[in-house]
């Protein structure tokens, strides 16, 4: 519950910072031009999906989720040794080597470390990008409002069944199908005119 708790309010923070951040936007830029890149970055970050999709294997598991496994499975004592021996051909993330371990830690740690880890690892991320194209260009109560509602049901599914729906679901299909949607949403933002 601490892991979910710091995770939605990250991203709940995030969601109103992007939603800012979109608001901000067409007082910089005429609202047709917000309008015209928000979809132009919609199409992109579709393309970029569907095009990584077609690209994986279907049932294999991504490097990323094995490297996050293998290090909750079996954390490492000593980060510094490993690293000189191994030179710096792999990227660690700081926070890894010298974060204790759940056990070791309080409630509110694991609520901390789940904010920091949840906002920074999200900043510049492709929802915090679509939040501010849709916060410029439609209702800003109603862009956090639903940005909030996903967040919550996504971090919900990914603290309570993660592991079973990635065996379940495969990362190629996660991926096809948000860039078709990305796809429908940047057309939708392309042709379809502002009010």
Not at 50 to 76: G, N, T
Not at 104 to 123: I, K, P
Request: aromatic residues 8%.
């Amino acid at each position: 519950s601490m892991v979910f708790g710091g995770a939605i309010l990250a991203l709940i923070v995030m969601t109103i910072l992007s939603t800012m951040m979109g608001l901000v936007l067409p007082s910089v830029l005429p609202k047709q031009y917000t309008h015209l890149f928000g979809g132009i970055l919609f199409l992109y970050f579709g393309i970029k999906l569907v095009y990584e999709s077609r690209q994986m294997q279907a049932d294999k598991v991504s490097e990323e989720l094995e490297e996050v496994e293998e290090e909750l499975l079996h954390p490492k004592k000593d980060e510094g040794a490993g690293d000189e021996e191994q030179g710096s051909s792999k990227k660690k993330a700081p926070s890894s080597a010298n974060a204790p371990r759940p056990q070791d830690m309080s409630n509110v740690q694991v609520f901390v470390q789940s904010f920091t880890l949840t906002f920074l690892a999200e900043w510049g991320d492709r929802s915090q990008i679509a939040t501010i194209a849709l916060a410029a260009a439609n209702n800003p109560y109603g862009v956090t409002l639903g940005g909030c509602m996903g967040h919550s049901v996504c971090t919900g599914l990914a603290v309570l069944g993660g592991r079973m729906l990635a065996a379940r679901i495969s990362e190629k299909t996660v991926s096809f199908y948000g860039g078709l949607i990305f796809l429908g949403f940047g057309l939708h933002s392309i042709f379809i005119e502002t009010e």
